[in-house]
């Protein structure tokens, strides 16, 4: 038995954001977005061609924690809009999805949901139109948003079907301005999120379609695209294999690279992009010797015989070290990321386990 659902409809290719009012319907609408595309006037441009956007908020951080997700909550009227517009990278859109998140009396207890989830509530959520500005975290097409606590160094998720978009609009126009380190690492998330999505116990053929076919499209194009930043084609490619990582990993989440990364991101300040996928090859070499996953991952490298040095070749030309240390991964480090896996759900979803990594040889052999 097969079961796969992604219900977020999406409006895909070069100038799309043109149709934003076609998926607005006239909705009076809260817009959610960070302040550097007020400074590159596309704020102001989206206020122009949308009158239905009547209040902004627009100083969203990277990383957001639960003291912003709080604050900002305290400023919305939820009878003044129907639908939230999300501008931005996965921040921006994963706190977006804490905004959606409403009852009869507009009084929910956000804190009390994202620290223990859903269960019991009654509640409803504003519909969200997503407008991805990074090729990556796939957050417009998963039912779940990531909120830090900072302080207390935790990573929370919410997670609830009715967190889907209600769509999203993936214009590869707005991508070419992204800076190129901030490329690397979006589009290193996304190939975490296709492999992710490959040695998982919640796989099925159609997650893995779309997973394979993501990777390919990443190792293929992400080197390519650093070296030409503004190519429209080569950010349509990877928009759309972001897209594709992203209805892969909507159905199985991610596994043991991310989990693995919250430690990392939290106490050792690495970019999200970057933890969730500097590990990768010493799992996918792990991975191959786990039947009923090697195939797909040999079939993202059809032509290979020895598929961990060519994952290791684009980080080499992407001028990623893999080398752990150089991070600040010390082997004592290591057995602290061993031990906080205990307190992620994502590890329950992976089918290579942190013993099957051979992390020693590893660090050695980089
Ligand atoms: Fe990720």
Redesign the pocket.
């Known amino acids: 038995m097969i079961q796969y659902d992604n219900p977020v409809k999406i409006e895909f290719g070069a100038g799309s954001l043109k149709f934003l009012p076609r998926f607005l319907k006239g909705r009076k609408a809260l817009l959610v977005t960070s302040s550097g595309f007020v400074n590159r006037g596309l704020v102001k441009h989206l206020l122009n061609t949308n009158p239905s956007i009547i209040n902004i908020i627009s100083n969203i951080q990277p990383n957001p924690t639960l003291k912003q997700v709080l604050m900002f909550r305290e400023q919305l009227n939820y009878d003044e809009f129907e639908v939230i517009i999300a501008l931005g990278g996965g921040s921006v859109i994963d706190i977006a999805k804490a905004f959606s998140v409403f009852n009869e009396t507009k009084q929910i207890d956000i804190k009390k949901v994202i620290l223990e989830g859903f269960e019991g509530l009654e509640f409803q959520t504003k519909p969200i139109i997503a407008i991805p500005t990074t090729a ?3 957050s417009e097409v998963t039912s779940w948003g990531t909120i830090w606590d900072d302080v207390n160094k935790k990573k929370y998720s919410i997670a609830h079907s009715n967190l889907y978009c209600e769509s999203a609009i993936l214009d590869s126009e707005l991508h070419v301005t992204i800076p190129k380190e901030l490329t690397i690492q979006t589009g290193l ?1 996304a190939l ?2 296709s492999l992710e999505a490959i040695w998982n116990k919640n796989a099925n053929p159609i997650s893995e379609l779309y997973a394979v076919s993501a990777a390919k499209m990443i190792l293929e194009n992400l080197p390519k695209l650093i070296k030409d930043l503004t190519n429209i084609e080569l950010r349509e490619k990877m928009l759309l294999a972001s897209y594709k990582s992203g209805l892969a990993f909507s159905n199985t989440q ?1 596994a043991i690279a ?1 989990a693995m ?1 919250y430690y990392m991101t939290l106490h050792k300040g690495i970019p ?2 970057i933890a ?1 996928s500097i590990t990768l090859p010493a799992i996918f070499e792990a991975a191959l010797l786990k039947d009923g996953v090697k195939n797909s991952l040999y079939s993202i490298f059809p032509e290979s015989a020895n598929p961990v040095q060519e994952l290791i070749a684009l980080y080499k030309e992407l001028n990623i070290s893999l080398d752990l240390e150089s991070y600040k991964i010390t082997d004592e480090v290591l057995k602290e990321i061993e031990v906080s896996l205990e307190s992620t759900t994502r590890i329950a979803n992976s089918i290579v386990q942190f013993s099957d990594i051979d992390f020693e040889n590893w660090m050695v052999k980089r």
Request: glycine share 24%.
């Open positions: 990556g975290t796939g998330d975490s999120h991610t991310h990364s999200h992009g969730a």
